[in-house]
């Protein structure tokens, strides 16, 4: 490119695509709906009933979640503390790229350690990590099995497993605690909807 | 959720929003668009450029680059070959996460090594994974040196800097390779786009 078009490239640069730009586009906000709870608790589920909802409503969403993150971008961690750090850490960068292109991203792991979870929320600006609790109890998850995974942890085959042989630290200022050891996931889906109206950040 | 519940589940799942469904209400595929080439070769700008062609023509729409990459999800690697194989195998990752979201991504990345550049290119569907080889020569890119990049290598003060002490693989089949050495930057631009609405990726 000769330098008359290095000058206009500079010019051209002010004129970059940005995130207020693609928030107009989509007419909604970018935020991460940040799913956390023991393995059973319904985080799964959860976020992509979410996500139905909101796709049919016409909001541009994806759902980061073990399945399309575990195997691919975190395939080289294992289930360490140290590794479940970086898992996290690095699923909630991707999930402030998502948002920054004005996507709702909705975000199923376990996430057990308070610290990675606040890590995460301290990459997004004010008002874009929504922390959504799970809070079926360690009985009510352990109960169900439904991969039958508690028991093989219970055996001692899974090592570092999440409130058998790893903790898991509640949340203490979750932006929504929706009680799935309890609700229909009809129920649990229009709680959070409930909040993404009261807020805002989608619009009915 | 109680045992109903999760019997709905069940049927809920098969409900799951998919990529076909993102990509219908887009009204466009979700494509990576990999522009590699030497440090300096118009990669950046030329992503952005066509980015925002794209956005015009209301197509969802994501650049993935040094900016937004190296210093998040990327932070912990350094320029080693090891670290530069690792950060293009995550940004591949993260590419695909945005494909499967039914977003055109972009990616910025010298990306130097074919071996990588072709892991990425496995991860993704054919068809999917759009190399873009900005050619303009070594002697050209160091001769403008905006950034002062190559008079450090020059002198040693940057280790591993491609062309100059680490080596750069010019792809072999690249779908496109633009000649961003003499080209104007709308010229490049619409060479890209040619490509784009040849191949059925973008309607005009």
Known sequence: MSEQQKSSNVVWHEGEVNRADREAKNGHKGVVLWFTGLSGSGKSTLSHAVENKLFQMGVHTTVLDGDNVRHGLCG?????????????????????????????????????????????????????????????????????????????ARQGEIKNFTGISSPYEVPEKAEITVDTGSLSLDESVQ??????????????
Chains 1, 2 share one sequence.
């Open 76 to 152: 080289d961690l294992g289930f360490s503390d140290v590794a479940r750090r970086e898992n996290i850490r690095r699923v909630g960068e991707v999930s402030k790229l998502f948002v920054d292109a004005g996507i709702v991203v909705l975000t199923a792991f376990i996430s057990p350690f308070r610290e990675d979870r606040q890590v995460v929320r301290k990459l997004h600006q004010a008002g874009d990590f929504i922390e959504i609790y799970c809070a079926a109890s360690l009985e009510t998850c352990e109960s169900r099995d439904v991969k039958g995974l508690y028991k093989r």
């Open 191 to 204: 709680q959070v909807m409930h909040y993404l109206y009261a807020n805002g950040i989608v619009i009915k």
